[in-house]
């Protein structure tokens, strides 16, 4: 399966691997560079899962940040670990590390821990911010302090061990 950063039709559609990124344990990490080309990014890529908000309540542990919301605000209320994780809807790693979020949505609750999706392209202000330069980005936060950062696509046994 191809996983692309790009338009799926395009030549450079593979994705960016590293060898070793920011705090990835030694193991290859697969994301997106942000922001991207515009000249070869197709932004109409069909989304593969959209996690529900916080008015669905069977997803208290997970929720889209929406635009003009602050996520400083969503952080100051939270007592629990917020993981935030940076996503774009064209990056095609995003799109999966969404669907290895939702299915974490409850062992999340369960373990005191809040999730957040923040969109760069709808608050490049704060992918800035947290300097933010490959996607998927996650960071881990305690009373409103980044206690750890990781890029790069992570499956479930990984993003749970990251996050204990």
Same mark, same amino acid.
């Given at each position: 399966?191809?996983?692309?950063?790009?338009?799926?039709?395009?030549?450079?559609? @593979?994705? /960016?691997?590293?060898?070793?990124?920011?705090?990835? @344990?030694? !193991?290859? =990490?697969?994301?997106?560079?942000?922001?991207? !080309?515009?000249?070869? /990014?197709?932004?109409?890529?069909?989304? *593969? =899962? &959209?996690?529900? #908000?916080?008015?669905? @309540? &069977?997803?208290?542990?997970?929720? *889209?940040?929406? =635009?003009? $919301?602050?996520? $400083?605000?969503?952080? &100051?209320? =939270?007592? $629990?670990?917020?993981?935030?994780?940076?996503?774009?809807?064209?990056?095609?790693?995003?799109?999966?590390?969404?669907?290895?979020?939702?299915?974490?949505?409850?062992?999340?609750?369960?373990? #005191?821990?809040?999730?957040?999706?923040? #969109?760069?392209?709808?608050?490049?202000?704060?992918? $800035? @911010?947290?300097?933010?330069?490959?996607?998927? /980005?996650?960071?881990?936060?305690?009373?409103?302090? *980044?206690?750890?950062?990781? *890029?790069?696509?992570? #499956?479930?046994?990984?993003?749970?061990?990251?996050?204990?």
């Amino acid at each position: 399966m191809l996983i692309g950063c790009s338009d799926a039709g395009d030549a450079g559609s @593979q994705p /960016t691997i590293s060898e070793r990124d920011q705090n990835s @344990q030694g !193991d290859n =990490a697969l994301f997106c560079e942000y922001p991207p !080309d515009m000249a070869t /990014t197709s932004h109409h890529a069909p989304s *593969v =899962a &959209s996690p529900a #908000n916080d008015s669905d @309540q &069977s997803a208290p542990a997970l929720r *889209v940040l929406a =635009a003009g $919301e602050a996520l $400083e605000d969503q952080i &100051s209320q =939270a007592s $629990e670990t917020v993981v935030v994780n940076f996503y774009a809807e064209w990056c095609g790693p995003c799109r999966l590390q969404g669907l290895v979020l939702l299915q974490l949505e409850t062992t999340a609750s369960a373990n #005191n821990a809040r999730i957040i999706k923040v #969109n760069v392209d709808t608050h490049p202000a704060l992918a $800035e @911010q947290y300097e933010v330069s490959r996607l998927p /980005t996650s960071l881990m936060l305690h009373e409103g302090r *980044v206690m750890k950062r990781r *890029v790069g696509l992570m #499956n479930s046994e990984q993003l749970l061990n990251w996050i204990e």
